[in-house]
Nanobody
Framework: QVQLVESGGGLVQAGGSLRLSCAAS????????MGWFRQAPGKEREFVAT????????YYADSVKGRFTISRDNAKNTVYLQMNSLKPEDTAVYYC??????????????????WGQGTQVTVSS
């Protein structure tokens, strides 16, 4: 099994930045597609960003394009989400996810098999 642990969440003012980390253990995840999702209270889980560990391609939700950057460090078995120009509407629990697949990336939550516990991001106005 692959275990995923997110960290780096917290409270930040609008316009500020945070970097989330997702550390994987148990198995190598170099061949996994990785994704970040978020879920705000009373809302559905929402796709944020994804990266292919095999190809290095990335894809972002329209709501975060130009502000968020997903990256990887395969040597450390870690995926990052750099969040800049944060807005109050970015407030949510952020989840790291992993899956094996033939595509470069997936944007649908059901496509992912492994999930972290989530880390809270709160952006004040």
């Amino acid at each position: 099994q692959v275990q995923l642990v997110e960290s780096g969440g917290g409270l930040v003012q609008a316009g500020g930045s945070l970097r989330l980390s997702c550390a994987a253990s148990g198995r190598t995840i170099s061949s996994y597609i990785m994704g970040w999702f978020r879920q705000a209270p009373g809302k559905e889980r929402e796709f944020v960003a994804t990266i292919s560990w095999s190809g290095g391609s990335t894809y972002y939700a329209d709501s975060v394009k130009g502000r968020f950057t997903i990256s990887r460090d395969n040597a450390k078995n870690t995926v990052y989400l750099q969040m800049n120009s944060l807005k109050p509407e970015d407030t949510a629990v952020y989840y790291c996810a992993a899956t094996l697949g033939r595509s470069s990336y997936y944007t649908q939550a059901p496509a992912y098999n492994y999930w972290g516990q989530g880390t809270q991001v709160t952006v004040s106005s």
